[in-house]
Each structure stands twice: as structure tokens, then as C-alpha cells.
């Protein structure tokens, strides 16, 4: 293996894992502990990981920018999109409840599910969202009975938030969630930057029997102030085929089901 290559994934696995040691990295790729030294300088130097004794921690630190919903729309949208499409294959039998948050993957799932809704299930989905976009589309849909969560909206997002949303999703019970997120790691699972936003992403992975996060694959590796699921909390990830091998692998060493979106 190239030595470029060898720290592109030290790199992947230290943002995925959140510390790598020098005598772990030895044995996976088969070298030498001062050549892993010699990487760990390298990368430490670039800005890609940060040095610690005995080993290395992501450079990254919790990221907190709001980005607006428009620019996140318009990011990796060819990579959502088969996301999204792929998704619905998962979807469990009619009649069933889902939730479906608020994000632009999501929002891309039910615009998927509303051009795919002939001919009529034999029962129709029980589909619990706080997303304005998502409401909207699938409204007329003959397939769904929509439930908005209440609550105060915020225009990032397009998203209904606050306890009264929060509140509501207590009460309630899902077959499946299906959820968008601006980050995953293993060490912090999904998460997001806003703390409202986040409980009511939590709320529907809590109340859900089973969860699917939507996640292409610039989201590996990020990790945003507030962790909504755990990775135990994760069933399965859907995620584009741009995904490093390495977060797959350790996502599937967790237990998780990885699906990847084709063309």
C-alpha cells in the first residue's frame, strides 16, 4: 500500500473511531511502528489528525454552524437522491407507522415515495414528520396519513421544534424512523448542531422499534455538538458508494447494517 494512501486511512479511521493507537495501526497495515510515527508527524503537520502520546485523535473539533436549508439542499444532492430512493426499498409493510424527520434527505425520500404511490397500498402508512417540505409533498398522497408535530418552526430547517413536538413524539410509537443527519462518528453516532433540532431527532430514534439513518458519505467523520443516537441506537445506515471502506467496516463492527445506494 502507498503511503498516501495509508494515512488517507489512518486519517478515516482516527475521525471514525476517535483515537487510533501507533501499535494498533502497526498491526493493521502490516508496517513498522516508527513508520506509523513518521505517518502520524505527517498528518499531524498537514492538519488532518492531531498527535497524542502513544497515538492520534481527530483534528477535528464539535462543529456548531448552522448551514441554511437551501445550501444543504443543493449539497451532495446527486448522492441524496439515491439515498433517498434506495430508502423506500426499507420501507416495512403498509399500514405501518413511520417517523420521517425534518432534512434534506428526507425530504428527497418523500419526494421519491409521492412519484412512486401508484398504484395504492393495500393500507395506507401512518407518517409522523415535523418537516414542513416533507407535510407538503406527500399531503395528497392516497398512500399516507400525515400527522405535522406542532411546535414553533424554524426556517433553517423548515422544521417544527420545541417541547410541544418533543412532547407529542412521547406518546407516540413507530415501526421505523427514518433519520437525516449532519454528522456521524462512532464515538458520537448522529448528530446535529442545533439542541432543539437534536431532542426531536432523539425523540423519534427513542420511539422507534427500528432506525435508519440517511447519511452520504461527506457526513463520515463530522461531528456536531449535539449527539441525537448513539451508534447503538442505529439499525441500519444508507448510505452513497463514495463511503470510505474503513467507516464501513467499523460501522459494521458495531452491529450496524450498511446499504449502499447504486446508481
Do not use: W
Not at 43 to 71: C, F, K
Not at 147 to 173: D, E, N
Amino acid at each position: 500500500m502507498r503511503s498516501d494512501e495509508r494515512r488517507r486511512q489512518i486519517t478515516s479511521l482516527t475521525a471514525v473511531k476517535g483515537r487510533t493507537t501507533v501499535l494498533e495501526l502497526a498491526e493493521k497495515f502490516g508496517v513498522t511502528a516508527e513508520t506509523i510515527r513518521r505517518d502520524l508527524s505527517t498528518l499531524d503537520e498537514q492538519g488532518s489528525i492531531l498527535r497524542v502520546h502513544g497515538g492520534a485523535v481527530p483534528a477535528r473539533t464539535y462543529r456548531t454552524d448552522h448551514t441554511p436549508y437551501e445550501s444543504r439542499a443543493r449539497a451532495s444532492l446527486a448522492a441524496k437522491r439515491k439515498i433517498a430512493n434506495k430508502a423506500i426499498s426499507l420501507l416495512p409493510q403498509p399500514g405501518s407507522t413511520l417517523f420521517l424527520d425534518g432534512g434534506t434527505t428526507t425530504a428527497l425520500m418523500a419526494e421519491a415515495l409521492a412519484m412512486a404511490d401508484s398504484p395504492e397500498f393495500t393500507e395506507p402508512y401512518k407518517l409522523i414528520t415535523n418537516s414542513l417540505p416533507i407535510a407538503k409533498t406527500l399531503a395528497n398522497s392516497a398512500n399516507f396519513d400525515i400527522q405535522l408535530l406542532g411546535g414553533k418552526i424554524r426556517p433553517q430547517s423548515q422544521s417544527v421544534l420545541g417541547s410541544v413536538a418533543t412532547q407529542t413524539l412521547a406518546v407516540l410509537r413507530a415501526d421505523v424512523a427514518f433519520v437525516g443527519t449532519n454528522a456521524l462518528t462512532l464515538e458520537h453516532g448522529l448528530s446535529t448542531p442545533d439542541a432543539e433540532e437534536g431532542a426531536v431527532k432523539r425523540a423519534m430514534v427513542t420511539n422507534a422499534d427500528q432506525v435508519i439513518a440517511l447519511c452520504d458519505a461527506t457526513k463520515f467523520g463530522l461531528d456536531y455538538l449535539v449527539s441525537f443516537a448513539p451508534t447503538e441506537d442505529i439499525d441500519t445506515v444508507v448510505t452513497d458508494l463514495a463511503s470510505d471502506e474503513p467507516y464501513v467496516r467499523a460501522l459494521k463492527e458495531c452491529g450496524i447494517t450498511v446499504v449502499f445506494a447504486a446508481d
